[in-house]
């Protein structure tokens, strides 16, 4: 009886041998193409907003992080601002985000309940609220690997009275 079990089993080895590859090539040959669309639909196409300088590059603006950070006006809406934060090369912080704070809000070894996330780090422009144009603000820079704050920044405003050129 064993005999006869291994005989069979030998059988369909072979058989399953020769059938799975021949079946997955067959398989592979049968497939249709994936499609590929040539362009997205205008719906789909998201056109980031272009801004312009609307203050001076600040260098001193963290105690402890050596980033310069510049606020940034968009071209379309002057009413819409961001800033854009930058660093030298060998600045490593690992998993940084940044946030707004309003300068009410008192910032302890958390990050406050009112606080606006921004974006990473390393971002081109951060969008700022609207409240940032309405009141004074800080910059905290979390990071999320180390679970902690690493640097708060001095207080900033948005600078709202320059209008754009036409």
């Known amino acids: ?14 058989a399953l041998g020769i059938f ?4 997955f090539t067959i398989g592979i040959a049968a497939r249709k193409p994936v499609p590929i669309a ?5 719906a789909l196409v998201m056109v980031p907003p272009s801004y312009e300088s609307a203050g001076s590059l600040r260098t001193n603006l963290f105690a402890k992080t050596p ?8 071209r379309q809406e002057s009413n819409r601002f961001a800033i854009e934060l930058t660093a030298s090369k060998d600045f490593l912080q690992p998993d940084l985000i940044v946030y707004w704070v309003a300068d009410s ?11 606006i996330l921004l974006g990473e780090f390393g971002s081109s422009a951060l969008p700022l609220p609207d409240q940032a144009t309405k009141s004074s603000g800080q910059l905290l820079l979390y990071s999320l690997a180390d679970g902690e704050i690493v640097d708060v ?12 050129p036409h």
């Open 20 to 23: 799975l590859p021949v079946a």
């Open 1 to 14: 009886m064993i005999l006869s079990l291994r005989q069979r089993h030998r059988r369909i080895f072979i």
């Open 67 to 74: 980033l310069q950070a510049q606020i940034l006006r968009n």
């Open 38 to 42: 040539a362009n997205l639909p205008a």
């Open 105 to 115: 809000t008192p910032v302890t070894d958390k990050v406050p309940e009112g606080a």
């Open 153 to 164: 920044s001095k207080s900033i405003s948005v600078p709202i009275s320059n209008p754009l």
